[in-house]
């Protein structure tokens, strides 16, 4: 492509920002990034409080960051937050140690189990599932694996692994299928309680290139980055440092796409591109109270757009930033496995105590009010649901300092994912002079979503 093409990108988050890096890196420094709101950093959102910068949004990172490593070598920055540290309690509010054997004798047997199959595990995924684990979707549903390796130098790997299609299954399912059904035991916390939906209904494919087995150890081990001024900052910087920063309160009202143009309709003036990018929402089932909307309702969109981006559904994940009086302040940030099954929708499931030094600071909830198949909780009965576990785990708020009711996840179902809903979109890539990126892409990570885009732009660029 010339290096001089025109490129609209449209999110100021780390999916839009790191793809203007990896353009300018590559040459093209033709790009407009344009950002809906007053800021940057999408959902790695890091509001301040009594000086410090707490998590609304993204909190850690792991070492198989690499784009992420990518952005903080560009800005010489790194991951200088507050160790993350954690305890587990039950739905009763009981501190309970539920990995360790000497303190649940009656569990020993099905600790051992699951130690095994956890083993097992890991050995199926390098051998059954070689390939797993690439940035992206592309080839699953056929049984192939065409991306780049999880490794520092995200080497091009593909080939065949029929195996593979097991990925469109719901993670439950994928499990039992391979006798390693306790494994969930251990991959539950960093994913329900991380807002990314229930096993029973998420294929296995998201599960799985998110909490690849190397992530989910470091996980198990804590060996987990955070920045002390917060994820959005690496976003800041990136946004500092490249050639051209991300126009913020961009309204783009339309999008066409014409003779080999794209005219994009921004505050009241039309703009002419070559190509654009899309790191925003595709499709937003229903409506938002805060404005979001999906790019089906922006764009002249094509029938095979429409047909497919009606497909994506997303998860229903709130944030609390709550006060307590100092001797209610949680001592640690605690998991609340009970919470995490679909019967227990809208219920606390886990709450994070950032600054383990002071108390005058905020904790932050975390509840899911969605599955696929049971009836959506409403956004106030579920905050009151959360404030009530608060009281319950001994940590009661005094005051709720900020909410926030997130665009979060999306995804498609196991029946789309197998019918090769990934495979449709990536044939669609540049037809219209349009690319598709962002979360839905990958996964609703930030590294997941950056990498993604350093490999569009390797793709395509
Ligand atoms: C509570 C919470 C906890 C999380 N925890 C972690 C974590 O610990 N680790 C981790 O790696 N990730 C975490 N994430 C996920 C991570 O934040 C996201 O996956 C990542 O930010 C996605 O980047 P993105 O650029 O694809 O999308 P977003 O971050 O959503 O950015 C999209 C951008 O596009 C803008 N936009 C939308 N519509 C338009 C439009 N029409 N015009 C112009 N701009 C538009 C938005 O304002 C936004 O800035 C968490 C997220 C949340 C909410």
């Known amino acids: 492509m010339d290096k001089n093409t025109r490129i609209c990108i449209i999110g100021g988050g780390p999916a839009g920002l790191s793809a203007g890096m990896y353009l300018e890196q590559k040459g093209y420094e033709n790009y407009t990034i344009l950002e809906r709101l007053d800021r940057v950093g999408g959902k790695c959102w890091s509001p301040t ?8 949004g ?17 800005c010489g920055i790194t991951h200088d937050g507050p160790k993350l540290n954690r305890n587990y309690k039950n739905g009763a509010g009981k501190v309970i140690e539920p990995f360790e054997p000497k303190k649940n004798i009656f569990k020993i047997p099905r600790l051992l189990k699951m130690k095994k199959q956890i083993q097992q595990f890991g050995e199926l995924l390098e051998t059954k599932y070689k390939g797993y684990d690439v940035n ?5 549903a056929e049984g192939r694996y065409d991306g780049f390796a999880v490794t520092p130098g995200r080497e091009p790997v593909s080939g065949e692994n029929p195996n593979l299609k097991d990925l469109c299954l719901p993670f439950a399912e994928f499990c039992r299928k391979n006798g390693v059904e306790l494994v969930q035991d251990v991959w539950i916390g960093p994913y329900t309680s991380f807002g990314y939906g229930y096993f029973d209904e998420i294929p296995a494919g998201y599960v799985l290139k998110y909490l690849d087995f190397q992530t989910t150890m470091n996980f198990v ?18 946004n500092e440092h490249l050639k051209h920063q991300a126009r913020l309160n961009s309204n783009i009202e339309k999008v066409e796409r014409r003779d080999g143009k794209v005219y994009v309709t921004v505050n009241g003036q039309v703009e002419e591109y070559d190509k654009i990018i899309v790191t925003a929402p595709l499709h937003i089932p229903g409506t938002r109270t805060d404005g979001q909307r999906g790019m089906d309702e922006y764009f002249d969109v094509r029938d095979d757009e429409k047909e497919l981006f009606s497909k994506i559904d997303y998860e229903r994940y709130d944030v609390l930033a709550v006060e307590t009086k100092p001797e209610d302040h949680p001592e640690i940030s605690y998991y609340v496995f009970d919470n995490m099954i679909p019967a227990k929708l809208g ?25 696929k198949n049971k009836e959506e909780i409403p956004y106030e009965t579920c905050k009151k ?24 996840f999306p995804h498609v179902f196991s029946e789309d ?45």
Request: net charge negative; no cysteine.
């Open 49 to 56: 409080y009594n000086g410090r910068r707490y998590e609304m």
């Open 58 to 74: 993204a909190i850690m990172g792991v070492p198989s960051y690499y784009a992420v490593h990518d952005v903080e070598e560009f």
């Open 136 to 140: 992206g979707h592309r080839g699953v």
């Open 221 to 238: 081990k804590i060996n987990l980055w955070t920045w002390k001024n917060g994820t959005q900052y690496i976003w800041e910087q990136l």
């Open 347 to 371: 219920h606390l499931m886990v709450y994070y105590r950032r600054w383990r030094d002071t108390k005058d600071q905020v904790i932050t909830t975390y509840a899911l009010r969605k599955h």
């Open 385 to 408: 649901m959360v404030l009530d576990d608060l009281k319950i785990m001994g940590n009661p708020a005094t005051n709720v300092v900020n909410e926030w009711s997130v665009y979060y």
């Open 417 to 461: 994912y197998t019918a090769g809903w990934y495979d449709k979109v990536e044939a669609m890539q540049d037809k219209y002079d349009t690319f598709y990126a962002g979360e839905i892409m990958a996964f609703g990570d930030m590294d997941e979503t950056a990498e993604y885009s350093r490999e569009l732009v390797e793709r395509f660029f």
